[in-house]
């Protein structure tokens, strides 16, 4: 049995674009691929998604020059269309995320348990970074 306390770590962005439109970008591998990423040197060449409470989930994350890349991916714990998206990475780490429409607009809260090997700081900047250029894209497309 496990004893230890995960730290959670949690990161959020008001997007400009009904929750129709932010769950749609989110969700849809073809449009995965165009914002996966924290910096520019990085992308996320190919992604796989089954978004239903079950269902899972996979995308490849490469620096853009080859010099590192890694599998990111896990399962579905719960989906609630427009609502909720709950899951666990391949790691045993777990990952909620909220969508709620604030105005004209929807707020998407994130909350995921931190990995050991990287300050928390750097895991809420890298997380943050991706979740700033999912608003660029949305608020873009």
Not at 35 to 59: I, K, Q, Y
Not at 130 to 135: G, V
């Amino acid at each position: 049995m496990e004893t230890a306390t995960k730290t959670k770590i949690t990161i959020e962005s008001v997007i400009n674009a009904p929750v129709e439109k932010v769950w749609q970008l989110w969700s849809a591998p073809e449009h995965i691929t165009k914002w996966c990423s924290a910096s520019d040197d990085w992308h996320t060449p190919r992604a796989e998604n089954d978004l239903r409470t079950g269902g899972a989930f996979s995308s490849r994350m490469e620096a853009k020059d080859g010099s590192f890349g890694f599998d990111f991916g896990g399962v579905y714990d719960n989906v609630q269309t427009h609502e909720l998206i709950e899951y666990t990475i391949g790691d045993g780490r777990k990952v909620s995320t909220h969508f709620t429409t604030e105005g004209k607009g929807t707020k998407v809260v994130q909350t995921f348990e931190a990995e050991n090997e990287n300050p928390a700081e750097m895991q809420r900047a890298g997380w943050q970074a991706i979740l700033d250029n999912f608003k660029k894209y949305v608020e873009a497309n």
